[in-house]
């Protein structure tokens, strides 16, 4: 009788699915259509062309990827639409890259993630950037080389280059809901850019040569004011909005020496950034204190870096350097009257009950008017293998 219940009970693979009826989206690119619909893109991987696909790209049998698009007036409703088009059900739970189109941005993003998040597939940890100057439909539409699937390929440039070289940031869809919710940070997102042609980077040809004609860049990032964008910021000051957020792995800065340009290099190995607030006769102030050491990885003047002495003034140069772009930065933003740093999450701990007296007008009032004090305390811990350069003297 225990038997005979069990075999009742067990439900067994009720909801099971069989692998050849999944279409395994990758990447979802939302833009605007022409009617005021929402434009989703699906990247849509096709198995058979990358399971033991060469390096080369493509595959022997075609290209590694499908686009299909579809428009509704809602996330979910284009999705389901979309089944008219594929002969699969679309599977969100390798979704892991959405892009979103500069316009879409620039009008507004505020309801677009509530699908995604209420999705029992979808996972809020997918990478998120902006489609600088592009469509979304048109970034995820480029054949790239190495990573034969693009959204891989932005996913690991995010990473690698925030790592490396500090301009970019990888963020993801839940940060970017939290920071949209919250009234004490605004969002920060990196572009992506394409360089070339992009009707050429759609076809094969792109990734059989050894200099493709069209590839994707990540471009600077993107500034969000609530959920609108309101302005792109590149080089070293989207650096400086890094040394504020802390996210600073590696980086290099080049300073200048007795009346020449840009020809000492520095690598950070470590970097620290502390921000505090306090409150000044009813003024909220910030204090930003950066730490870092590293490397010098290039000299091409004549200097003798085994003189304690020289080594002082490299690094107030340095501490000079970033002090002027994290300000940069600052001002940028205040600018726009957008706190991307959450200055406003400092003040917010350090004067909780000040807070809630200046927090609806904290982005259009207090902040842009905000006393950021910036310090920087930079140290050279490694000099390399020569102290004197072979450059000889002028």
């Not at 979103?100 to 995604?116: C, P, S, Y």
């Not at 572009?191 to 792109?206: A, F, H, L, M, S």
């Not at 050894?210 to 959920?227: E, I, M, N």
Request: aromatic content about 8%; some cysteine.
């Amino acid at each position: 009788i225990p038997l005979t219940a069990c075999v009742c009970l067990l439900a067994g693979c009720w909801s099971q699915k069989e692998l050849t009826d999944l279409a395994f989206v990758i990447a979802v690119g939302l833009d605007k259509a022409e009617d005021g619909n929402y434009l989703v893109s699906f990247q849509v991987v096709n198995p058979g062309n990358v399971a033991g696909a060469t390096q080369r790209g493509g595959g022997a049998a075609g290209v590694p990827i499908s686009i299909y698009t579809s428009t509704g007036d809602s996330l979910t409703e284009a999705s389901r639409k979309a089944s008219e088009k594929v002969s699969r059900l679309l599977y969100y739970a390798h979704t892991n890259l959405v892009v979103i189109g500069e316009e879409l941005a620039r009008e507004g993003v505020d309801g677009l993630f509530d699908a995604m998040e209420r999705h029992h597939q979808f996972r809020t940890t997918a990478r998120l950037v902006i489609a600088r100057g592009h469509s979304a439909k048109e970034v995820l539409s480029m054949l790239t080389p190495i990573d034969k699937i693009s959204a891989n390929q932005i996913i690991k440039t995010l990473e690698f280059s925030e790592m490396a070289w500090g301009h970019t940031i990888h963020t993801d869809v839940w940060l970017t809901i939290r920071s949209i919710a919250s009234s004490e940070r605004n969002p920060v997102v990196t572009g992506v850019t394409i360089e070339g042609d992009p009707e050429k980077g759609k076809r094969q040809e792109n990734v059989q040569s050894s200099v493709p004609d069209t590839r994707l860049k990540l471009a600077g990032l993107a500034l969000f004011k609530q959920d609108r964008l309101v302005r792109w910021v590149n080089g070293s000051t989207a650096r400086g909005v890094l040394w504020v957020l802390d996210r600073i792995h590696q980086t290099n800065l080049t300073i200048p020496w007795e009346g020449k340009k840009e020809v000492i290099g520095y690598r950070t190995v470590r970097a620290k950034t502390n921000v505090e607030a306090k409150v000044k006769n009813g003024r909220p102030a910030v204090f930003v204190h950066i730490e870092a050491e590293g490397d010098i990885n290039e000299a091409r003047v004549p200097i003798n870096l085994a003189d304690a002495g020289v080594l002082f003034r490299l690094e107030k140069e340095l501490e000079r350097n970033v002090k002027q772009e994290v300000t940069k930065a600052i001002e940028a933003a205040q600018r726009e009257k957008t706190d991307v740093f959450g200055f406003g999450d400092a003040v917010h701990r350090a004067a909780p009950r000040f807070w809630k007296d200046i927090e609806k007008e904290w982005h259009d009032r207090y902040f842009p008017e905000l006393d950021v004090t910036v310090t920087a305390d930079i140290y050279i811990r490694r000099t390399g293998l020569r102290n004197k350069p072979y450059v000889e003297k002028e």
